[in-house]
């Protein structure tokens, strides 16, 4: 099992900047991808940034040029700096872990924390 623990959410006015937090514990060193999502009110959860083993990162369009995800210490942290925030960015923020791929891929997830922009 892995587990997750997102801070760093909070209020900020359209333009501002947030360093989201993740703290993993756990079978850590089993992990391959980490990444953050985000869900907004009536819908899909969405991917925002990932990253995996050898340090590729793949970013959602409304992303890129803003958002930089970024890891420590073996997966025990992972972050998101998000720069020149927009009101639609507003949503529950969750870290995401997964372990293996295909069939035998196990996905880990965090409680979530909440980012609101406000204009």
């Known amino acids: 099992q892995v587990l997750l623990v997102e801070s760093g959410g909070g209020l900020v006015q359209a333009g501002g900047s947030l360093r989201l937090s993740c703290l993993a514990s756990?079978?850590?060193?089993?992990?391959?991808?980490m990444g953050w999502y985000r869900q907004a009110p009536g819908k899909q959860r969405e991917l925002v940034a990932s990253i995996r083993d050898g340090g590729f990162s793949n970013y959602a369009d409304s992303a890129k040029g803003r958002f930089t995800i970024s890891r420590a210490d073996s997966n025990r942290a992972l972050y998101l700096e998000m720069n020149n925030l927009k009101p639609e960015d507003t949503s529950v923020y969750y870290c995401?872990?997964?372990?293996?791929?295909?069939?035998?891929?196990?996905?880990?997830w965090g409680q979530g924390t909440q980012v609101t922009v406000s204009s």
């Open positions: 995401n872990a997964k372990i293996g791929s295909g069939w035998a891929k196990q996905d880990f």
């Open positions: 756990g079978s850590i060193a089993r992990v391959n991808t």
